[in-house]
Nanobody
């Protein structure tokens, strides 16, 4: 079965950094677009970043642009999110998601597979 497992979350002070990892199994990783979403208590799920089959094709939410960097290592079936200059507003559960990049999608939320999430807490 397809499995996505996030890791790397934790508690960090404002201005600090964290690197999240998403290990994928059960799918042809190189054929999938990968993305990060986050959800804070009482808020809807929010798009954070996406990376397509070509690692040069990336997209970021305006709120994280310039601070976060998404990357992937197809040899390791792993996606990463380097988070720098963290703010308290970044506090949320961060989810890894995957979808077949050989198919057209109308919505940035149409992802077939999701991980369980990892908690990121940024203190002021």
């Amino acid at each position: 079965q397809v499995q996505l497992v996030e890791s790397g979350g934790g508690l960090v002070q404002a201005g600090g950094s964290l690197r999240l990892s998403c290990a994928a199994s059960g799918l042809t990783f190189s054929s999938y677009a990968m993305a990060w979403f986050r959800q804070a208590p009482g808020k809807e799920r929010e798009f954070v970043s996406r990376i397509r089959r070509s690692s040069s094709s990336t997209d970021y939410a305006d709120s994280v642009k310039g601070r976060f960097t998404i990357s992937r290592d197809n040899a390791k079936n792993t996606m990463y999110l380097q988070m720098n200059s963290l703010k308290p507003e970044d506090t949320a559960v961060y989810y890894c998601a995957a979808r077949d990049d050989r198919t057209y999608y109308r919505s940035q939320y149409d992802y077939a597979y999701w991980g369980q999430g990892t908690q990121v807490t940024v203190s002021s």
